[in-house]
């Protein structure tokens, strides 16, 4: 029994490394820009046919690493188009319904798109490591899926120096406190759009080569990373990184071991659930409302 706790938490840290990562993303784009992208999650979509089509020119160890790095600068380079082209011209209407209808839009749009262009079957990113399994202590998991965590915790740790060692990620953190006193201090705001925006659909990217590799690749996959991108970014604080990436964490946790001791029919429900009890005792969220780091 002890055991097959532990796996369990072992997959729900696998998975919900993945969850941390998409929602930093719609996180950071939400704390500075006050926009609920319900397009995120198509991000990651754009980010796991980048990596299908990457790996099958370049095959095995290197080419599935090289494809994290191409679905990063595929969809980082999507996510600057969409900020510009889509989002900046309804920022600072009287109502969020202009943001919220336009993401809702972008979704609609980039799902059809996908499904015009690769069709409707799902689609593999090949394993490099052969379906390689390694043994922890009496866990079992396979390479690529410890590879995965791996990968994200590293991703996550060079995001946070980023944001608070640079001058670009200083300038994302002051614009995410007070935009119109970054303004006055002189950073160009535009600009800090646009790296946010670039940043967080890279994010989103990785996650979704991630997300890929794990489960398969289809035009309808981002729904399922969009809906845990929003339960992980309410769950730890609407904003607040530190939140986002703990609360995806134990999203897959929670997820990982009530699929297991309670049904696996009720596995994506869990996650409304905690939602509900944690807005019922601290509506700000488990880590508070945004911090700007």
């Known amino acids: ?19 941390s990562l998409i929602a930093i993303g719609l996180t950071m784009i939400f704390g500075v820009m006050k926009i609920a992208n319900f397009a995120h999650g198509d991000y990651s979509m754009v980010g796991a046919y980048t990596a299908v089509f990457f790996v099958a020119w370049v095959p095995g160890w290197f080419g599935w690493v090289g494809s994290i790095l191409a679905a990063a ?13 889509v989002f900046r011209p309804v920022i600072g209407r009287w109502t969020d319904i202009d943001v ?8 609609i749009l980039l799902e059809n798109l996908a499904q015009l262009f690769f069709g409707a079957t799902p689609r593999i990113i090949s394993d490099p490591f052969k379906g390689a399994t390694v043994n922890l202590g009496g866990l ?18 060079v995001l946070q120096i980023f944001l608070n060692r640079s001058k670009f990620g200083i300038a994302i953190r002051a614009a995410s406190q007070n935009s119109f006193a970054a303004q006055l201090m002189g950073i160009d705001i535009n600009l800090v759009y646009r790296l946010t925006f670039a940043v967080g659909a890279a994010l989103a990217g990785i996650g979704g080569v991630l997300f890929g590799t794990t489960f398969a690749v289809h035009p309808i996959m981002g729904a399922m990373p969009t809906l845990k991108a929003f339960i992980v970014t309410i769950l730890g604080g609407m904003g607040n990184i530190r939140g986002a990436i703990f609360g995806g964490f134990i999203l ?11 049904s696996m029919q009720y596995q994506h429900a869990i996650g409304f659930f905690i939602i509900i009890l944690v807005l019922l005792v601290r509506p700000s969220g488990l880590f508070g409302a945004k911090e700007g780091t």
């Open 140 to 157: 079992s998991t396979s390479v690529l899926r410890l590879f995965c965590l791996g990968f994200s915790c590293v991703t996550i740790a």
């Open 100 to 107: 919220i209808m336009v993401s809702i839009g972008l979704f």
């Open 252 to 262: 897959g946790v929670a997820e990982s071991l009530g699929g297991n001791y309670i």
């Open 73 to 85: 600068a595929v969809v980082g380079v999507l996510g600057v188009v969409t900020e510009r082209l």
């Open 1 to 19: 029994m002890e055991s097959l706790f532990l796996q369990q938490t072992l997959n729900g840290l696998i998975i919900g490394s993945i969850y």
